[in-house]
C-alpha cells in the first residue's frame, strides 16, 4: 500500500454513500466576523451536525472528522486515498520526514524509524536521565531561595535538553539555548504568518537564521569527530546515512535536525506544563500516583505515565491533523468526493462525551483501569495513528515520565497566575505566563 499515492490512482468501488451534512454559510461567516480560534467553529459544527460533517472555509469542502471509526478507516486503513499534502511547519522544518510526502518521506522515515522502538530508546535513556538529573537539580536550587520560576520556559529547557543530548552527545550550554529559543519563536509565530511564502520567510528569517547557524555549527562538529560526553548521536545517523544516500545533502541533514528539535522538545515542553497546571487544579491526582508504589516500582511508573496521558487526552500533541481526499469514497456511510479537505481533530474526538465520560474532568484513572478508556483506536490519538503516526512517541512519553519521576515526589508548585485560556498552533499551548514557586 502506498501511504502518498498520487490524486489519480482508482482501486475501489466508487462511492456510493448519502452527502455528508454540511453546516450553514452563516456560521462559519459569523466565526470569521467574530476573529475567534479555528477550534471555536470546529467545536460548533460537530455539536450541530455530528461527528462527520462539512463546512466551507474557500471554495472546495471541508469534512471534520471525529468520529473513531472513521478517524482509523483515513489516518490507519486508507491513507493512500487521504494524503497529506504538506506541513503547517514547512517553513521552519522544510523538508524534514514531518513534511515529505510520497518516496522520500518513505525513505526518510525508514532510516529514523529503528531509532524510536523500544529497543533504539535504550541509546537515549541515559541521556534523558541526565537531563531530568539536571533539571531537579535547578528546582533544588530554586527551592531553598524561593525564587519563581516560569514553568513552560522550564519545561522548554529540560526538552531542549534530552534532545540535544540525544542528537549531538553534548548536554544543552546556555549559548545554544539562547539560539535554540528562535525554534520556539518561529513555531509560535506560524499561525499569524503572511499567506505569501516569500513574505513569510523574510517575517522570520532573523529567527530561522540564527536556528540554521546552530544547526550548521552541529553538523560541521559532528563531520570533524567533536563526540560529546555521552558519545554519537542521532544526528550522526544522518551524516552517516550521506555514504550511501546521496538525497542526505547538508540541507536534509538540517531539515531533519531541526525537524526532530522541533518534534522532540515543543511537544513534550507543552505537555508537561499542562500537566502542571492541571495538578494545580486536582491536587489529589499528583498524591494518588505518588501512592501507587514506591520510588522506582512499575507501580508507580504506570501512575505517573497515566497522568501524561490523561494530559494528552485535553491537550494532544497533533490537536488537528489536515489530510486530502485524492480520489472518491464512503465513510462511515457518507460520500466524500476527491478534492475534498479533511480535518481530523484528536481534541474534539478525545472530549466527546460519548467517549469520554465527563471529558473536561482531569482523571487519571481513566489509563489504569481495563475499562475506563474507550477500547476503540480511533477513540484515543494524540500522536495519530497509521503510518505517519508520530515517530516520537516512545521517546515523548519515556522523557515526560522520567523526569515527573525525578520532580514529583519531591516538589510542588504554586502557582503565583495561571492562563486563562489556549492558544491554538502546531501544539495546544497556555496562552500565557506560567510563574510559580516551589513547596518542598
Request: charge should be negative.
Amino acid at each position: 500500500m502506498n501511504p502518498e499515492a498520487s490524486p489519480g490512482s482508482r482501486s475501489h468501488i466508487p462511492a456510493t454513500g448519502r452527502p455528508v451534512p454540511e453546516a450553514e454559510p452563516g456560521l462559519v461567516q459569523r466565526w470569521h466576523s467574530g476573529g475567534g480560534e479555528l477550534v471555536e467553529l470546529l467545536s460548533q459544527v460537530r455539536e450541530r451536525f455530528g461527528s462527520i460533517a462539512a463546512f466551507r472555509l474557500g471554495p472546495a469542502p471541508t469534512v471534520l472528522v471525529t468520529d473513531p471509526q472513521a478517524v482509523q478507516h483515513v489516518l490507519a486503513r486508507h491513507p493512500e486515498r487521504y494524503v497529506k499534502r504538506s506541513h503547517r511547519a514547512r517553513l521552519l522544518i522544510g523538508g524534514g520526514v514531518l513534511a515529505a510526502t510520497g518516496a522520500a518521506w518513505k525513505r526518510q522515515r525508514r532510516l529514523l524509524q529503528s531509532q524510536f522502538t523500544a529497543t533504539g530508546m535504550r541509546r537515549y535513556e541515559q541521556r534523558i536521565t541526565e537531563a531530568a538529573r539536571t533539571t531537579a537539580g535547578r528546582w533544588d536550587g530554586y527551592a531553598r531561595t524561593g525564587q519563581t520560576l516560569d514553568v513552560e520556559r522550564e519545561m522548554r529547557r529540560f526538552a531542549l535538553d534530552a534532545i540535544w543530548r540525544s542528537l549531538t552527545g553534548h548536554p544543552l550550554d546556555d549559548g545554544t539555548e539562547r539560539e535554540l529559543a528562535a525554534v520556539a519563536a518561529v513555531a509560535a509565530a506560524l499561525p499569524t504568518l503572511p499567506a505569501d511564502v516569500t513574505d513569510a520567510q523574510d517575517a522570520v528569517a532573523a529567527d530561522l537564521a540564527r536556528i540554521d547557524a546552530v544547526a550548521r555549527h552541529a553538523i560541521e562538529a559532528a563531520r570533524g569527530g567533536a563526540v560529546g560526553p555521552d558519545g554519537p548521536g542521532l544526528l550522526q545517523v544522518l551524516i552517516d546515512a550521506t555514504d550511501e544516500r546521496p538525497e542526505y545533502t547538508d540541507r536534509l541533514i538540517r531539515d531533519e535536525l531541526v525537524t526532530l528539535l522541533v518534534a522532540g522538545h515543543e511537544t513534550t515542553a507543552t505537555t508537561l506544563t499542562w500537566l502542571y497546571l492541571l495538578l494545580d487544579q486536582y491536587p489529589a491526582a499528583r498524591e494518588q500516583a505518588l501512592a501507587a508504589g514506591d520510588e522506582g516500582s512499575p507501580q508507580r511508573r504506570q501512575a505517573i505515565q497515566a497522568l501524561v496521558h490523561e494530559t494528552l487526552r485535553l491537550y494532544p500533541s497533533a490537536w488537528i491533523l489536515p489530510r486530502h481526499a485524492t480520489e472518491d469514497d464512503t465513510l462511515a456511510g457518507y460520500t466524500v468526493e476527491a478534492g475534498t479537505d479533511i480535518l481530523i481533530c484528536p481534541y474534539l474526538t478525545h472530549r466527546d462525551p460519548e467517549l469520554w465520560p465527563d471529558p473536561e474532568h482531569f482523571d487519571a484513572r481513566r489509563f489504569l483501569t481495563p475499562d475506563g478508556r474507550p477500547g476503540h483506536p480511533g477513540a484515543y490519538f494524540p500522536f495519530g495513528i497509521g503510518p505517519r503516526a508520530c515517530l516520537g512517541l516512545q521517546f515523548a512519553l519515556r522523557e515526560s515520565t522520567i523526569l515527573l519521576e525525578h520532580l514529583l515526589p519531591v516538589h510542588t508548585l504554586a502557582f503565583a497566575s495561571t492562563p486563562t485560556k489556549a492558544a491554538y498552533g502546531i501544539t495546544v499551548r497556555p496562552d500565557g505566563p506560567t510563574p510559580a514557586t516551589l513547596t518542598p
